[in-house]
Every structure is written in structure tokens, then in C-alpha cells.
């Protein structure tokens, strides 16, 4: 088989969580174009929905919205139970749900805190163990894709953002540790390490505009990163011309960290 063919996706099911918009959405319509049903999980029920229309019109495939929290066990069951009663198997699973606080460390409180860890860390957690054990049941391998940052390999500078690196940071590892964990299930769990992408976390959060700017003067490339500038490698991880490829993690940040 070509390598063309190999990357194809086709009778695949692929699970996004927080892909109703940003860097979620654009990965499940490049999920799509390469053949898989997509799965649109997120906490916006109504976004995720429409995302989920648009998706099955425009790229002629199976897809279905779900309302997840990922920071909550039985709402990530419930994710994994209508995956199966709907397509019966789970092959990709994108990791991807993810918020962020600019809060200086002196100033945060213990639920602001717990607020980013549970939904950048545990909701991964969540998302790829559940995942992972439907995978294992299934016998035929899979391949889990986590987003974590740059900001898990620098501190960006001047947003006061520890909650959030931190947090990053603990999902590389994490990627890791189940990459040894499941290398004998044959399912792949690699992370995505993107820069600065123009979203909505980035564009419309008021606390960010001034810096982006800043962002574009310190660019090598100087500008953002689009999100469809991820669907390739994101397409790359979840299909077979990777199937060497795990415990890895991918920084796609326009050489921002090279510096
Ligand atoms: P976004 O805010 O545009 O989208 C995030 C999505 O996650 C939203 O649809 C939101 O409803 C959903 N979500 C939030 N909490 C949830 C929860 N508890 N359960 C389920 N869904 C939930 O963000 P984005 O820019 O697309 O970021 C996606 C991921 O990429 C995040 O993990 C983010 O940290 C990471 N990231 C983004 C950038 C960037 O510059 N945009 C850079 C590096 C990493």
C-alpha cells in the first residue's frame, strides 16, 4: 500500500473533545477529509452540534455530538458509550479540551488552581484512560493523541500563566507514561505541543489582546499559527505511516521555544 493510502482514515472512528472551534474542530475536519466518523466532544453542547452538521456535510461522513465535561468520570462513561452504540469501535482518540487562567501565582486561589488542572490534566487523564480501556477491549490497537503546549517546554513571558504551564507539562508526561503503559496493546499515544494559534482561547480572550502584538514581533515567522496548520500531523499520529511513533511529543510552534 502507498503511503498516500496508509494515511487514510477510512472505517475509523475518531474522538475529539473540545472540538466544537479552535485547534479541536480543525483537526476533526482533517480527521474528515482523511475518511474517519467523527465524534465531537464538548462541554458546548449547541457549538459542538453544529460543528458535528457541518462536518458530516461538507466531508460526506458519520459524526455525532456529545455533551462531555472531560473533568468528570461519569460524563466521560457516558462519552464512551454512546461512541460505541453509535459507530461500535473507537480508533483515534484526540485529547484536546483545554482552558486557560492568566493569574499570578500570589493572587490564585485553590479552585482557580484546580479549575486548569482538571480540565487540561485530568480531563486528558479522563478522556485517554477511557479511551484506552475501550481500545484494549478491542483488541486491534489505536492511536491517542494528547494537546498539551509549547508553554509545557517554556514560560511565555509576560502572561503570569503557572496553572497552565504546569498543567502542560503534566500531559507530556502523562503521554508518556501510557505510550510505555499500552506499547504492548499496540495503542500509540503521542502529544501535540502547538505555539501560538489564532483561536478563540487567543483572539478573543481581552486579557491576551495586547500581547498578541508582542507575540508577532517575537515570532520567528511573525505571525500565529493557524489551527488548520495541525491537522497534518495530528492526521500523521492517528493513521498507520506512524505506527513507529509513540511516547512522542510534537512541537509545532513556528521555532518560537528555538530561541
Ligand atoms: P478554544 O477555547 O478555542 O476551544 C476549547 C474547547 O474546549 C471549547 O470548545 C470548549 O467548550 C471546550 N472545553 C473547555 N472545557 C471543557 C470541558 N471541561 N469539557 C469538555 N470540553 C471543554 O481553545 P483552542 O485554542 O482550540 O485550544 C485547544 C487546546 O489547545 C487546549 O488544550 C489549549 O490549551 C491548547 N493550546 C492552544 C494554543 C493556542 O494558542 N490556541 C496553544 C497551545 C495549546
Known amino acids: 500500500m502507498g503511503i498516500l493510502d496508509q494515511m487514510k482514515l477510512d472505517k475509523k472512528t475518531a474522538l475529539v ?13 482533517g480527521f474528515a477529509q482523511a475518511g474517519a466518523n467523527i465524534v465531537i466532544a ?11 452538521q457541518e462536518i458530516a456535510v461538507a466531508e460526506n461522513v458519520r459524526t455525532l455530538a456529545i455533551q462531555t465535561d472531560v473533568t468528570r468520570s461519569e460524563s466521560v462513561e457516558q462519552m464512551i458509550a454512546a461512541i460505541q452504540k453509535t ?3 473507537l480508533e483515534i482518540a484526540f485529547c484536546n479540551a483545554g482552558i486557560c487562567l492568566n493569574i499570578p501565582a500570589e493572587e490564585m486561589s485553590i479552585e482557580q488552581w484546580s479549575k486548569v488542572i ?4 485530568t480531563g486528558v487523564f479522563l478522556t485517554a484512560q477511557a479511551a484506552g480501556k475501550l481500545m484494549i477491549e478491542q483488541g486491534k490497537g489505536g492511536s491517542i493523541i494528547t494537546t498539551a503546549s509549547m508553554s509545557a517546554h517554556i514560560v511565555n513571558v509576560p502572561q503570569p500563566q503557572c496553572a497552565y504551564n504546569a498543567s502542560k507539562a503534566g500531559v507530556i508526561q502523562l503521554t508518556k507514561s501510557l505510550a510505555i503503559e499500552w506499547a504492548k496493546h499496540n495503542i500509540r499515544v503521542n502529544s501535540l505541543s502547538p505555539g501560538y494559534i489564532g ?27 493557524k489551527p488548520e496548520e495541525l491537522q497534518s500531523i495530528c492526521v500523521y499520529l492517528a493513521g498507520d505511516t506512524s505506527s513507529f511513533t ?14
Open 199 to 225: 483561536t478563540e482561547l487567543t483572539l478573543n480572550s481581552k486579557d491576551l489582546q495586547p500581547l498578541i502584538k508582542t507575540w508577532n514581533e517575537m515570532a520567528p515567522l511573525h505571525r500565529l499559527g
Open 246 to 259: 509513540t511516547g512522542a511529543d510534537f512541537i509545532v510552534d513556528g521555532a518560537f521555544t528555538c530561541f
Open 42 to 52: 464538548d462541554w458546548d453542547i449547541e457549538e459542538a452540534s453544529k460543528t458535528a
Open 17 to 29: 473533545t473540545g472540538g466544537a472551534r479552535g485547534i479541536g474542530k480543525s483537526v476533526a475536519y
Open 87 to 89: 459507530f461500535g469501535s
Open 118 to 121: 482538571n480540565v487540561n490534566l
